[in-house]
């Protein structure tokens, strides 16, 4: 995903789509733990880090959304 960025900032010449990122990637990055963990002591904690991670990701898609970039 860095590397992505890095060549899409340079392609692009602005480095300003790393922000609609940070409402995707963190996102993905716990489902995926949280998903491989479901079936150890720690699996009901990562479901609550998971659904409040997608709550806040929500929320900056949201933002970024209703405010165009």
Do not use: I
Request: hydrophobic share 50%; proline share 1%; aromatic share 18%.
């Amino acid at each position: 995903v860095a590397a992505w960025c890095l060549v899409g900032s340079w392609v692009r010449g602005t480095y300003s789509f790393v922000d609609q990122l940070w409402s995707v990637a963190p996102v993905v990055y716990v489902g995926t733990y949280a998903y491989h963990a479901r079936e150890t002591v720690a699996g009901a904690r990562l479901a609550v880090m998971f659904a409040l991670t997608a709550l806040w990701g929500a929320r900056l898609t949201y933002n970024f959304a209703r405010k165009g970039g």
